[in-house]
């Protein structure tokens, strides 16, 4: 599919059995259809995740997607309205996005900035150009996620990419600003679900977090 503005990927996926797929939090709104051999196609739109969600995916079924940008701001109302009464194939639909979807330029900033590890909250504010207070409407407002929120998702996601290459459990916690490993080891349970040894081996993991999302 071509490319969408304020969508970050349009993927399509066929799920030749059924199955349980681990989702982890990317930072991004996710719209799927889904059409199975059978019976009517569903729209969904999944919200910000702040942990690791299972789905259900049944047997011939198709799975079409698109991945939001991190802060684009979506008319989801009229969007699904439109889509679940359109007679258009979902994939046309799926580009009509950009007419529902913008991207304020202030937001990605924000979202930017916060994805720094080396820049603290008061820096990414004045770097914005704004009060911290005003930073922090700004973001909240926008996504509905606090600034603390992006922050540590940032930082789990880089660590838990950090954990497929190297078994130096205190170092990725060093370098990914954790007090101590087991300060590393709740916050990957927290947000995947599971300890850094376990992520470390779990190949649908790595797979999932190669993809693109947040930080």
Not at 113 to 133: F, P, T
Request: glycine letters at 6%; proline letters at 4%; hydrophobic letters at 40%.
């Amino acid at each position: 599919m071509a490319a969408v503005e304020g969508v970050l990927d349009l993927w399509e996926h066929y799920q030749v059995s059924a199955c349980r797929v681990d989702i982890p939090p990317d930072g991004c709104r996710d719209i799927i259809v889904s059409l199975p051999s059978s019976g009517p196609n569903s729209w969904t739109l999944f919200a910000l995740a702040d942990t690791t969600e299972r789905k259900v995916v049944a047997s011939d079924t198709t799975l079409l997607g698109a991945r939001l940008r991190p802060g684009a701001i979506l008319d989801a109302e009229n969007f699904l309205g439109l889509a679940q009464q359109s007679t258009s194939p979902p994939d046309d639909m799926l580009k009509r996005l950009e007419e529902f979807v913008r991207v304020d330029s202030h937001v990605e900033e924000a979202l930017a900035l916060l994805a720094q590890s080396e820049i603290r909250m008061g820096q990414c504010a004045r770097q914005a150009g704004v009060s911290e207070r005003s930073f922090q409407r700004l973001v909240v407002e926008n996504t509905g996620k606090t600034p603390v929120f992006w922050r540590q998702l940032a930082r789990a996601r880089r660590a838990a990419k950090s954990l497929f290459s190297t078994d130096d459990m205190a170092a990725v916690a060093y370098e990914n600003g954790f007090s101590d490993q087991a300060h590393l080891s709740r916050e990957m349970r927290r947000w995947f679900g599971c300890s850094p040894s376990t992520i470390r081996q779990d190949a649908q993991l790595n797979a999932a977090l190669s993809q693109s999302g947040y930080a």
